[in-house]
């Protein structure tokens, strides 16, 4: 890394607290009940960076495939759980598998493939590069799927009729449901897509506002950017559509019959 | 055609007994909530029944594929769905949907007619009244050409001069290609002036069987 990064002092760091200490005194103010919410998260955020901080180092100082792998886990364990806990709608378990399947399945995919071809990083676990590129991919495809699962729930739900319509004029479940899943898909990814277009103009992506504030070239991080937000569209679309190929039928028996949970309304 | 077998589906239905012929006019008749669109969907095996057997053609429907039997075996549902876009579009999707070959405009044209359905194919479906779009569905189901319609009351939206109308051109249709229909209505007029057989529902059991001559 570059010699002429600026280090920053405690009293630096404590001093951008005060726009902590301004937001409180507005919510103040203002009366709304929200002081109790602000201080926690950002004494959390403070706390795990931290914690993070320290974890990477260590990691970082002892390089090893295995503990790589097991950061590389807990990710997807984290990320799974969190995306139960995004979605909005009741899930299934057969629902939450297909989740997890389509997660670790497409994310891990789509990084061995960046590893290996894209940067042919050696070793390939080399944990500073390892880590944050999949903690990129994972995060991404979490909020895609998130997305995909609630989109592909809530419509079937309330198109259930015009599912059994397509049923009853002779459908497989497949067709049945293609425009519902095409839906999905497009709700999941399009986020993703949508921050390629404004990227560079009306905002400085993160991983790139990083490395350029520790001193590397502006052409280097950029010319990582692409790289990662061209693997995050790869793993996101992956994930999503491994689920959304696999999340469907679970809403149909194998007699092509749409599975009600209780629910069917009375015509 | 059908024959049921100590049939049951949740606490909806409860048929001992009961044999549905072919290539006639059967109506069934019953109060609401008596069953009788369960039933319909009982025969297209859009629902299974949870203990005894229904045959089709002596086959148990059990054995038999759903897709395949619901090409053959076609519901017209007493709310049918109508999908975004024309007329034309929504006569053409039940094709697509049961992959037959799509069918010239004339004979599109001609399903409408039988319908009574006076629209032109480019329009769009968006203004149609209830009775249109349920003529509609009408329409797109006559163009699939079932061996068996199931019909879910498909004249209660309509006045009873086109209900006379449609139904009339229906069974002569019908009659006249050896094809098979079994009607829900709530008419007892049609019922009594159509059909071959009515069968009474009520509380998911049958409860008269009556053979018109
Ligand atoms: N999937 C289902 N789960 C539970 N109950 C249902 C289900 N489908 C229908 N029912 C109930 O079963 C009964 C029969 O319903 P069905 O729709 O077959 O009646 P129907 O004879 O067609 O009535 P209508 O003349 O009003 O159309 C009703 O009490 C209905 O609420
Ligand atoms: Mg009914």
Known sequence: MNTNVIELHIWQLVAAYVFILILLAIVKIRGIKREKEILISSVRMTLQLILTGYILMYLFENESWLLTLLVLLVMEIFAINNIYRRVNVRISNQLKKIIALSMVTGTVTC??????IVIGLRPWFSPRYFIPISGMLIGNSMTGISLGVSRLVNDINNQKHLVESSLMLGATPKIASKEI?????????????????????????????????????????????????LGILGSVALTVILFLQLGYKTFFNKKSQLVFESTESKQ | MFRFQNVTYKDIINIKSLTIPSKKIVCITGESGGGK???????????????????????????????????????????????????????????????????????????????????????????????EKQRLALARVLLLNPDVFLLDEPSASLDEETEKIIIENLVAQCKQNAKSIIMVTHSNKIATTYSDLIIRIDKGKVVNEEAMI
């Open chain 2, 37 to 131: 669109t369960t039933l319909l969907k009982l025969l297209n095996k859009m629902i299974s029944p949870d203990s005894g057997e229904i045959f089709y053609l002596d086959e148990p429907l059990e054995e038999l594929d759903a897709i395949s039997l619901r090409r053959k075996v076609i519901m017209l549902p007493q709310n049918p769905a109508i999908y975004n876009g024309t007329v034309k579009d929504n006569l053409l999707i039940g094709l697509k949907f049961s992959e037959k070959a799509m069918e010239s405009d004339d004979k599109l044209f001609i399903s409408l007619q039988s319908a009574r359905l006076n629209k032109k194919l480019d329009d769009s479906v968006d203004n149609l009244s209830g009775g």
């Open chain 1, 111 to 116: 990084l061995l493939y960046f590893i290996i």
């Open chain 1, 181 to 229: 899943v095409d839906n999905a898909f497009d709700s999941a990814i399009l986020p993703t897509i949508n921050s390629m277009v404004g990227m560079g103009i009306v905002f400085l992506p993160g991983m790139m506002t990083g490395q350029i504030l520790s001193g590397v070239s502006p052409v280097t991080a950029i010319e990582y950017q692409i790289a990662i937000m």
